[in-house]
């Protein structure tokens, strides 16, 4: 398999020319160094770049912040700064309005319930870790109960006006089982989405073992100025120890995105982690948990990633990666995914068989030539819709095509 480092990555995901440069100045912005960028040398499309790029990576609220603090740079468009400015404070207007529905409704509701959940993301980092909630995007309220709390969960959701997204869980590229359930509060000025997991990854489980149980031991109550003010319950919500939000972010980016498909803000939110937090984490505990799993080296690589990206220190626990014949299966899945982010579904799925065993190489094979009816109504469409099982062989006519394609590109690289 081909090794790509992140430039290479980013040259691929970025095919303009500059690409590089600007990215290193993003890079340099964000890490406080912008006065180290050479300003006077951007074109109009550098800029045009930069705000592409920032988007595209989630860090404009952070450019704006690093900006704003007195290292903006003259010659910066001042419809570009403008623009950061309205993304910042979209920012915070979309993580106010989701934490006061958390503590205003679902809080008080699962407290009546007797149930406990485990606020994650960036429903949490971007008001504890981040000094400014507008520095760090969020698209959903990410939770985590246990499996048997699920159902009883849901329902307390339900009653409080949110209804289930069958739709989200049949999206393309989003695994082959459910980890979680999505509900959306409908007929509301930001619709919320409410991701509601009871495992913490969906990727193969042969070669290692996720304690959920760990997890919740390595929590603390959950801390918001709006529960201050409001003087809510809050026995019910509860978050990450700063060792468990390591490891739950270790192995969502290395495992669940990949380096090549993830941003550069799954990135950010670890160096940042082992910058303000790295102090409370217990690092023999830790990787000593963590390798009970066998995780141990997704903290490893998630790290080293930091490394090369923001110069982040590696802390000394992590000088030697974990090595031999027990780590060998999941640095080879870790790898599978340090790849660009695949063209077309059948390169998604392909790379999904890359390193399976055969009989889930066939079960996921299935998946591809012959999905479920509904996800097939609802991919393509067809009108009129008794007419859907003519979808199958469109997706087989497209992917015979896809593979014509990527053959195709294969040879020219060659």
């Known amino acids: 398999?081909?090794?790509?480092?992140h430039l290479d990555l980013i040259s691929q995901r970025y095919p303009q020319q500059n690409c590089l440069k600007v990215y290193q100045a993003l890079r340099l912005v964000i890490c406080g160094r912008t006065r180290e960028v050479d300003w006077p040398s951007f074109s109009q499309a550098d800029w045009d770049l930069l705000n592409g790029m920032s988007t595209h990576e989630s860090l404009t609220g952070l450019v704006y912040h690093a900006w704003k603090e007195g290292q903006r740079p003259a010659n910066v468009p001042i419809q570009l700064f403008g623009q950061q400015g309205a993304v910042f404070l979209r920012n915070q207007q979309r993580f106010s309005t989701i934490q006061t529905e958390l503590i205003t409704r679902i809080a008080p509701a699962m407290e009546e319930a007797g149930l406990k959940m485990i606020i994650m993301k960036g429903a949490d980092l971007a008001g504890s870790?981040?000094?400014?909630?507008?520095?760090?995007?969020?698209?959903?309220?990410?939770?985590?109960?246990?499996?048997?709390?699920?159902?009883?969960?849901?329902?307390?959701?339900?009653a409080l006006g949110y209804v289930e997204d069958r739709n989200h869980m049949i999206q393309p590229r989003r695994g082959f089982q459910e980890l979680h359930v999505v509900l959306r509060l409908p007929n509301t000025p930001q619709s919320i989405r409410l991701e509601l997991h009871h495992a913490l990854l969906n990727a193969r489980r042969d070669f290692f073992e996720l304690n959920i149980e760990w997890f919740f031991s390595q929590t603390k109550p959950f801390s918001s100025n709006l529960l201050i003010e409001n003087n809510a319950p809050n026995d019910s919500l509860l978050t990450f120890t700063a060792s468990a939000h390591l490891l739950h972010l270790a192995v969502h980016l290395m495992m669940a995105h990949g380096a090549g498909g993830s941003n550069l803000l799954h990135f950010y939110d670890i160096h940042?982690?082992?910058?303000r937090w790295g102090s409370q984490i217990n690092w023999k505990e830790l990787l000593a948990a963590a390798r009970d799993m066998n995780l141990d080296y997704a903290i490893f690589a998630a790290v080293e990633g930091c490394a090369e990206r923001f110069n982040t220190p590696i802390p000394q626990a992590l000088a030697h990666p974990p090595s031999g014949r027990r780590v060998q299966p999941l640095k080879k899945f870790i790898e599978s995914r340090n790849t660009p982010i695949p063209k077309t579904t059948l390169?998604?799925?392909?790379?999904?068989?890359?390193?399976?065993?055969?009989l889930s190489q066939i079960a996921v094979g299935m998946c591809f030539v012959i999905p479920k009816p509904e996800y097939m109504r609802w991919v393509y469409k067809i009108e009129p819709t008794w007419l859907w099982p003519l979808s199958y062989p469109l997706r087989w006519g497209i992917g015979i095509r896809d593979l014509f394609r990527m053959l195709t590109r294969k040879l020219k690289i060659k």
């Open 1 to 5: 398999m081909q090794k790509y480092s």
């Open 129 to 158: 870790l981040y000094p400014q909630p507008g520095l760090r995007p969020m698209v959903d309220l990410d939770c985590l109960v246990r499996q048997s709390d699920l159902s009883p969960a849901t329902a307390v959701l339900s």
């Open 272 to 275: 940042l982690l082992l910058d």
């Open 347 to 358: 390169e998604y799925y392909l790379r999904e068989l890359s390193d399976r065993p055969i």
